[in-house]
């Protein structure tokens, strides 16, 4: 009898130890899968063409209260510069490349709607650019739902609506899904969703901002630069940004001051290749992968990132300075994958 009490004992115990790591394993306790059908209308939104928390690199934008949250932004080719004399027409996403960043909360639940306006913004566009209107789609990483039918492609004018519900806290990326899938990400149409836990992540930060890495394969034709998806696809980029743009922070230092606690939320877009993220005099005492605090490592050098991943990243500027950051992968911040922070 008391073997039979003992085991009894143990497997009760067993049970409660595995209820408990289940509490702890990173998983919500309640998630919501799936959602209605998306809409699909041959006429364009043309009331607004973005709304919802939304903000682009380095800023963070607000958080919105409620359980349902309205975002759009609306796909447009338009003239980009990437670096001083190197322009191209970049198919975007709310007007920049990369996209906006779109920042919410765990159960919170998106409403998104997107319209194709690539006929609207060809007018003033030379055949020299070749650049035509195009299909477009989008991609949320963050969201669980048929992607078929959210993720499909929406034609030159018309505009899709979908709903989905934020499970895990992440720095997700979102990207069009529209073949070929590698052109539409190197002609610029990358973005970057932050989920945040539901009671905010641990811990305050002075500073926070939002950085996304992403490589450009360019070539000249004639006059402009077009992108190039056979040098792409041998992972050749012609450059590689922070927020789209070459060393644009070194030219513009990010603000901080010496002392305060800096928390960056890092996304690697690629679409090819990894980084190794690293900010030259201090050591990123809390590195959140994918930007999940489940997954902390602690007093890193660098932080490696392939495509399609991402980090919240926490260190404390140690006294007044310059403190460069770069991609490690030194031919990556040689392309332009390099900025400062400037401490006061």
């Given at each position: 009898?008391?073997?039979?009490?003992f085991?009894?004992?143990?497997?009760?115990?067993?049970?409660?130890?595995?209820?408990?790591?289940?509490?702890?394993?990173?998983?919500?306790?309640?998630?919501?899968?799936?959602?209605?059908?998306?809409?699909?209308?041959?006429?364009?939104?043309?009331?607004?063409?973005?709304?919802?928390?939304?903000?682009?690199?380095?800023?963070?934008?607000?958080?919105?209260?409620?359980?349902?949250?309205?975002?759009?932004?609306?796909?447009?080719?338009?003239?980009?510069?990437?670096?001083?004399?190197?322009?191209?027409?970049a198919?975007?996403?709310?007007?920049?490349?990369?996209?906006?960043?779109?920042?919410?909360?765990?159960?919170?639940?998106?409403?998104?709607?997107?319209?194709?306006?690539?006929?609207?913004?060809?007018?003033?566009?030379?055949?020299?650019?070749?650049?035509?209107?195009?299909?477009?789609?989008?991609?949320?990483?963050?969201?669980m739902?048929?992607?078929?039918?959210?993720?499909?492609?929406?034609?030159?004018?018309?505009?899709?609506?979908?709903?989905?519900?934020?499970?895990?806290?992440?720095?997700?990326?979102?990207?069009c899904?529209?073949?070929?899938?590698?052109?539409?990400?190197i002609?610029?149409?990358?973005?970057?969703?932050?989920?945040?836990?539901?009671?905010?992540?641990?811990?305050?930060?002075?500073?926070?901002?939002?950085?996304?890495?992403?490589?450009?394969?360019?070539?000249k034709?004639?006059?402009?630069?077009?992108?190039?998806?056979?040098?792409?696809?041998?992972?050749?980029?012609?450059?590689?940004?922070?927020?789209?743009?070459?060393?644009?922070?070194?030219?513009?230092?990010?603000?901080?001051?010496?002392?305060?606690?800096?928390?960056?939320?890092?996304?690697?877009?690629?679409?090819?290749?990894?980084?190794?993220?690293?900010?030259?005099?201090?050591?990123?005492?809390?590195?959140?992968?994918?930007?999940?605090?489940?997954n902390?490592?602690?007093?890193?050098?660098?932080?490696?990132?392939?495509?399609?991943?991402?980090?919240?990243?926490?260190?404390?500027?140690?006294?007044?300075?310059?403190?460069?950051?770069?991609?490690?992968?030194?031919?990556?911040?040689?392309?332009?994958?390099?900025?400062?922070?400037?401490?006061?």
């Amino acid at each position: 009898m008391k073997h039979i009490l003992f085991y009894a004992h143990m497997a009760l115990l067993f049970l409660l130890s595995a209820c408990s790591g289940n509490k702890n394993s990173g998983e919500p306790s309640s998630q919501s899968y799936g959602s209605p059908k998306a809409i699909v209308s041959s006429q364009p939104d043309s009331a607004i063409h973005s709304k919802g928390p939304l903000a682009f690199g380095p800023d963070v934008p607000q958080l919105r209260d409620g359980d349902t949250i309205d975002v759009k932004f609306d796909v447009t080719h338009e003239l980009f510069q990437v670096a001083r004399a190197v322009s191209f027409v970049a198919w975007m996403y709310g007007g920049s490349v990369p996209g906006p960043v779109l920042h919410v909360k765990v159960g919170q639940t998106i409403r998104f709607s997107m319209t194709d306006r690539s006929n609207d913004t060809m007018k003033n566009m030379t055949l020299q650019m070749n650049m035509m209107p195009m299909p477009h789609s989008i991609d949320f990483h963050a969201a669980m739902v048929n992607p078929e039918d959210k993720y499909r492609s929406i034609n030159p004018g018309e505009t899709i609506q979908f709903i989905w519900t934020a499970n895990y806290p992440g720095v997700f990326m979102y990207h069009c899904g529209t073949p070929m899938v590698l052109m539409h990400m190197i002609y610029g149409m990358v973005g970057m969703v932050i989920v945040e836990p539901k009671e905010g992540y641990p811990g305050k930060a002075d500073r926070e901002f939002a950085i996304v890495q992403n490589e450009f394969y360019l070539k000249k034709q004639g006059d402009v630069y077009i992108p190039d998806t056979s040098i792409a696809r041998l992972k050749q980029p012609s450059f590689v940004t922070f927020n789209g743009k070459v060393g644009q922070y070194v030219i513009n230092p990010l603000k901080v001051k010496a002392g305060e606690r800096i928390r960056l939320y890092l996304l690697n877009a690629g679409p090819n290749n990894a980084t190794s993220f690293h900010v030259i005099g201090t050591i990123l005492d809390k590195v959140w992968l994918d930007g999940n605090p489940k997954n902390e490592l602690v007093g890193l050098q660098s932080v490696f990132l392939g495509p399609a991943s991402g980090a919240v990243i926490e260190f404390v500027i140690p006294e007044k300075g310059r403190y460069t950051f770069v991609d490690h992968s030194f031919a990556d911040a040689d392309m332009g994958a390099m900025g400062t922070l400037v401490a006061e």
